[in-house]
């Protein structure tokens, strides 16, 4: 893969910012950027892991004096933001989540930010949560130069902010379109590798089969996904290249599979019976309910870090990625194109994930 320097002067005294650095994606940011030696800066309200290289910013994205504040003494000169507050509606969404971008961008006009890139997901092409995966949608896979969708959408909103602010203030930017999200954090609102380990487990513990709570088209049909660690790859990638400049990309692992081929060996991981798809969905959210005191006993009998179920699975979401009536798949030809090749195999993916999960004592 091919790294330059792309438009950014301050090579050899680059600093990062990532925003949202105790999320799924900003934490592996986090690891990345630290990992190459870059200094970093990151923002999240809560303090996450200790690590050299790495100065925590306690901040609140929703209170333009905290970020003033807080950033003001600060010169980072590329940008990560993969922060998100979950709402109800996305007219709530989009008045939150784009203002948390704009309010960020503001308290950094001035200083010599190089580059600014954003996370973004499937709801560009999906739709919001409410009409997600319904109405007249492109068709797959998903190729970035589709025109949006009619409906309100924070996604959009953010972009909107995100050109503004570079026409304004000079920077360059990049957007990254990322599938369910496979990675590492604890208490954050969509995470599932850890919900599908949370869930393996309940079942294990309780003699049930592990049953596949989705459609009968996930089930069957091709799915792509995106570990975070080389969606991480992709953003530092877009920011120090200029083929990454001014773009929008997808970014997904490579490979394609079934979950009715992926989903046995899930359970084999775990060493629990399975069921696959059977006549219609089987939620999480009803089938899981109700066993958070289940949860907290078997967390004390194995000496677990976290008792609490509700920090570890979101039911809601894996139901949502899961439970899908359409086929969702990704086109990368376009940052292959650009000279970004790097790819996972997500079965691997799964498997590291819960390897580390275990070694950080959050599952049996
Ligand atoms: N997870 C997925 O599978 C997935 C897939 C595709 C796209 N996406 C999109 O990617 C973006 C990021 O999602 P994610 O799942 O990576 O997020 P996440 O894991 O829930 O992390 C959110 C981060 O934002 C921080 N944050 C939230 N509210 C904040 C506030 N008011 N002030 C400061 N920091 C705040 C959180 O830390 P504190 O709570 O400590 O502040 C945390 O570090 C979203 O737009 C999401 O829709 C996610």
Redesign the pocket.
């Known amino acids: 893969m091919t790294i330059d320097t792309g438009t950014n002067q301050h090579d050899g005294q680059r600093t990062a910012l990532v925003?949202?650095?105790?999320?799924?994606?900003?934490s592996a940011l986090v690891e990345k950027l630290a990992g190459e030696g870059w200094p970093v800066l990151a923002?999240?309200?809560?303090p996450g892991q200790e690590r050299d290289g790495v100065r925590w910013l306690s901040?609140?994205?929703?209170s333009a004096d905290s970020l003033v504040e807080v950033l003001a003494p600060e010169n980072p000169t590329h940008v990560f933001f993969?922060?998100?507050?979950r709402r109800d509606t996305e007219e709530e969404n989009i008045r939150v989540?784009a203002g948390?971008l704009r309010d960020l961008l503001t308290a950094l006009h001035g200083k010599e930010v190089a580059h600014v890139a954003l996370?973004?997901?499937?709801?560009h092409y999906l739709g919001p949560f409410e009409s997600y995966g319904s109405g007249d949608m492109a068709d797959t896979p998903f190729h970035e130069e589709e025109p949006r969708l009619p409906s309100p959408n924070f996604?959009y909103a953010q972009e909107d902010e995100l050109f503004a602010a570079a026409a304004e203030q000079g920077f360059t930017w990049s957007v990254h379109r990322?599938?369910?999200?496979l990675g590492y954090?604890v208490g954050?609102?969509?995470?599932?590798a850890l919900t599908l380990a949370t869930q393996a487990t309940l079942c294990r513990e309780a003699g049930e089969p592990f049953v596949f709570p989705g459609s009968a088209q996930q089930w069957n049909g091709l799915a792509n996904v995106?570990d975070a660690g080389l969606l991480a790859e992709h953003m530092v990638w877009a920011s120090t290249s200029s083929a990454g400049a001014d773009e929008a990309y997808n970014i997904v692992n490579g490979d394609v599979f079934r979950w009715r081929w992926m989903w046995p060996r899930l359970a084999g991981y775990f060493g629990v019976e399975w069921e696959g798809f059977a006549e219609a969905p089987r939620p999480l959210e009803e089938a899981m309910s109700g066993r958070e005191g289940q949860w907290s006993e078997l967390a004390e009998r194995h000496g677990l870090a976290e008792t609490s179920l509700d920090r570890l699975a979101s039911w809601w979401?894996t139901d949502g990625d899961l439970g899908i009536e359409i086929e969702v798949i990704v086109d990368m030809g376009k940052s292959r194109d650009a000279g970004f090749t790097g790819y996972r195999r997500t079965l691997d993916v799964f498997t590291s994930l819960f390897d580390r999960y275990r070694a950080e004592n959050l599952i049996p």
């Open positions: 925003v949202g650095a105790t999320g799924i994606a900003g923002l999240s309200r809560r901040a609140d994205l929703t993969t922060a998100w507050s989540n948390m996370m973004t997901g499937m709801k996604y990322a599938h369910t999200v954090a954050n609102a969509m995470n599932m995106t979401h």
